[in-house]
T-cell receptor
Framework: GQNIDQPTEMTATEGAIVQINCTYQ??????LFWYQQHAGEAPTFLSY????GLEEKGRFSSFLSRSKGYSYLLLKELQMKDSASYLC???????????FGTGTKLQVIP | GAVVSQHPSRVICKSGTSVKIECRSL??????MFWYRQFPKQSLMLMAT?????????EQGVEKDKFLINHASLTLSTLTVTSAHPEDSSFYIC???????????FGSGTQLSVL
C-alpha cells in the first residue's frame, strides 16, 4: 500500500517563506508531484521531482530525497493568492498510478 | 499546454437516476485516465485507473458496478454513477496522462448533488 503524510494546515505571513513537508511510503516509486488547489477548483500543476535534489521554479521550489521518502515544497515571497491547499502526490507502479496525500491548507495572512 | 475538458461542471439529480460525466483530452492522446472524487475539505481520492481499450482498475472500496468507467478511445473516458444516492454527492475530477505519465492534466471537475 501507499502512505503519504502532510500537515493538515499551516499559516504564514505575506512576504514570508513557508515550507510544506511531505513524507511517503510506497513501492515502485517513479516520481513526486506538487499541486495547488483552490477550493472548488481542479488542482494545478506546480512541480514534478524524479531525482534527488532541489528544483527551483520562480517563487516555488521542490525538494526530493528518495532514500528518506521525503519531499518539501518551498514558497517564497508569499502572496495572499497563495492561500490554497497544496497536494503532494506520488507516481508509482506500472500503470503510473498517482496517489494524493491529504493536502495541506495554507492560509496567508497580512 | 495540454487541455482536458470535463463536463458537465455541475449536475443536480434525483436519487435513483444515473449520471454520466465525460472527460476528453483535447490536444493529446491519453493512454491513461484517472477518476477521483473529493469530499469537502478533503484531498482527492483515486477511484479508478482507466486504460484505453481495457477494463478499468478500481481502487479498494470502490464499487465497479456503481461507478461504470468506459475508455473507448484515446481521447474520451466516461464515468457513469448508476442509481445515484445522496451519499454519492461529491466533486468528481478526471485527469489524463500522455505517454509516460510524468505530467497529469486535470479536468475542471464535476460537482454532483443528488437530492
Amino acid at each position: 500500500g501507499q502512505n503519504i503524510d502532510q500537515p493538515t494546515e499551516m499559516t504564514a505571513t505575506e512576504g514570508a517563506i513557508v515550507q510544506i513537508n511531505c513524507t511517503y511510503q510506497t513501492s515502485g516509486f517513479n516520481g513526486l508531484f506538487w499541486y495547488q488547489q483552490h477550493a472548488g477548483e481542479a488542482p494545478t500543476f506546480l512541480s514534478y521531482n524524479v531525482l534527488d535534489g532541489l528544483e527551483e521554479k520562480g517563487r516555488f521550489s521542490s525538494f526530493l530525497s528518495r532514500s528518506k521518502g521525503y519531499s518539501y515544497l518551498l514558497l517564497k515571497e508569499l502572496q495572499m493568492k497563495d492561500s490554497a491547499s497544496y497536494l503532494c502526490a506520488v507516481l508509482s507502479g506500472g500503470y503510473q498510478k498517482v496517489t494524493f496525500g491529504t493536502g495541506t491548507k495554507l492560509q496567508v495572512i497580512p | 499546454g495540454a487541455v482536458v475538458s470535463q463536463h458537465p461542471s455541475r449536475v443536480i439529480c434525483k436519487s435513483g437516476t444515473s449520471v454520466k460525466i465525460e472527460c476528453r483530452s483535447l490536444d493529446f492522446q491519453a493512454t491513461t485516465m484517472f477518476w477521483y472524487r473529493q469530499f469537502p475539505k478533503q484531498s482527492l481520492m483515486l477511484m479508478a485507473t482507466s486504460n484505453e481499450g481495457s477494463k478499468a482498475t478500481y481502487e479498494q472500496g470502490v464499487e465497479k458496478d456503481k461507478f461504470l468507467i468506459n475508455h473507448a478511445s484515446l481521447t474520451l473516458s466516461t464515468l457513469t454513477v448508476t442509481s445515484a444516492h445522496p451519499e454519492d454527492s461529491s466533486f468528481y475530477i478526471c485527469s489524463a496522462s500522455e505517454g509516460s505519465g510524468e505530467k497529469l492534466f486535470f479536468g475542471s471537475g464535476t460537482q454532483l448533488s443528488v437530492l
